[in-house]
Structure formats: structure tokens, C-alpha cells
């Protein structure tokens, strides 16, 4: 059975970091494309960023050159570090398995980061 | 960017309603497009991928259609477990652009 668990949420003060992990089990990270969505609250769904089986790296415009996605392969976690975070990163961030090149099929549950002083 | 854009914001609807949702594309997404259903502090789960096919286990009442820029979302026949928020979202290039979604509530 696939299960994805994120951890790491948390308050942290704008210009703060936070590194977010996501364990995975019932497949393997590494021969998968995973990305993570994030919720604000009350609000949509926006995709933040994805790894692709062969290590290249995206990112969504607003989090670029802050945020950083990784895998780490022993353990079969993802990853997202993120750097000087703004009160608009407040958010429920989503770790999700994404299907071959398509759909976003497995979700976690979901770990809620709150930028604020 | 492609934009994503899905009427209406929101919807009121009986039990046993037909009711359609549309996304429209900014530019042709070809199929590339996913439905998701997210329910109150959870998280979305997938309905319909590649525009028109069914993910295993949702029922039949869902059903979606469209190709290139226009989509739509059908749900045959209302049931109360169905009232929740919809997404339409393109897999077609990064970005991978969500609707602003379409909240479908009880009449």
C-alpha cells in the first residue's frame, strides 16, 4: 500500500528556514517523479515543485531560488528545504506521487508551515 | 503559464442532480487534464485522468470529457458524499496549474 507522510511543518519568522520531509512507503522515491502542492488557507491548490526520476529538478516561479527539493534514496523520503520564506508561504504543503508523466495519484496528508512574527 | 480556469466558483445542487463543471486552458493542453476532489482537511484524490479516464475504484457517475483547451466534469447523479471542492489541473507542461477550483455545495 502506498503511504506518504510529511513532517516538519511548523511557525517560523519571515526570512526563516524549514526543511519539510516526506517518508514514503509501498513504492520507490527514486524511480519516481514526486512533487510537492501546497494549500494556503482557504485557498487552492498550487504546485510548488517536482524531481523526476532522473534527478532534474522544477519549481513553481514564486518559490524558485528559494526552495530546494531533494530525494534522499536510503531512506525513500523527499525532501524540500526552504529558504528565506515569506508570510505568503503559509501553507499546507502536499508531498505527492505523480504518475509517469501525468496525474498526481498518491497524496499525503498534508504538514502545515506558518510564516509569521 | 498556462492559465486554468474553471466555471463556476461555486455551485448549490440537490441530490440527485446532474451537474457539470468546465476548465478552460489557456492555450490546447491536448488531454493532459486531471480532475480532483478534495473534501474538508483532506487531501484531493484524483477522479479522472488524461481528460476522460476514470482512476480505479471512483464510480461511474463521474465521468469527463474534452480535449485541447475545453473540459468538462460530469457528475451523473448527486450523491451527498459528492459535495466537496473540485480541481481541474493540466499535466501538460511545468507549471503544473491548478483551476482556482469549484466548490460544489447542497441546495
Known amino acids: 500500500e502506498v503511504q506518504l507522510v510529511e513532517s516538519g511543518g511548523g511557525l517560523v519568522q519571515p526570512g526563516g528556514s524549514l526543511r519539510l520531509s516526506c517518508a514514503a512507503s509501498g513504492f520507490t522515491v527514486s524511480t519516481n517523479y514526486m512533487s510537492w502542492v501546497r494549500q494556503a488557507p482557504g485557498k487552492g491548490l498550487e504546485w510548488v515543485s517536482v524531481?523526476?526520476?532522473?534527478?532534474?529538478?522544477y519549481y513553481a516561479d514564486s518559490v524558485k531560488g528559494r526552495f530546494t527539493i531533494s530525494r534522499d534514496n536510503s531512506k525513500n523520503t523527499l525532501d524540500l528545504q526552504m529558504n528565506n520564506l515569506r508570510a505568503e508561504d503559509t501553507a499546507v504543503y502536499y508531498c505527492?506521487?505523480?504518475?509517469?508523466?501525468?496525474?498526481?495519484?498518491?497524496w499525503g496528508q498534508g504538514t502545515l508551515v506558518t510564516v509569521s512574527s | 503559464d498556462i492559465q486554468m480556469t474553471q466555471s463556476p466558483s461555486s455551485l448549490s445542487a440537490s441530490v440527485g442532480d446532474r451537474v457539470t463543471i468546465t476548465c478552460r486552458a489557456s492555450?490546447?493542453?491536448?488531454?493532459?487534464l486531471n480532475w480532483y476532489q478534495q473534501k474538508p482537511g483532506k487531501a484531493p484524490k484524483v477522479l479522472v485522468y488524461?481528460?476522460?479516464s476514470l482512476q480505479s475504484g471512483v464510480p461511474s457517475r463521474f465521468s469527463g470529457s474534452g480535449s485541447g483547451t475545453d473540459f468538462t466534469l460530469t457528475i451523473s447523479s448527486l450523491q451527498p458524499e459528492d459535495f466537496a471542492t473540485y480541481y481541474c489541473q493540466q499535466s501538460y507542461s511545468i507549471p503544473y496549474t491548478f483551476g482556482q477550483g469549484t466548490k460544489l455545495e447542497i441546495k
Open positions: 492555450q490546447s493542453i491536448n488531454s493532459f
Open positions: 488524461a481528460a476522460s
Open positions: 505527492v506521487k505523480k504518475y509517469s508523466g501525468s496525474y498526481f495519484d498518491f
Open positions: 524531481i523526476y526520476s532522473g534527478g532534474s529538478t
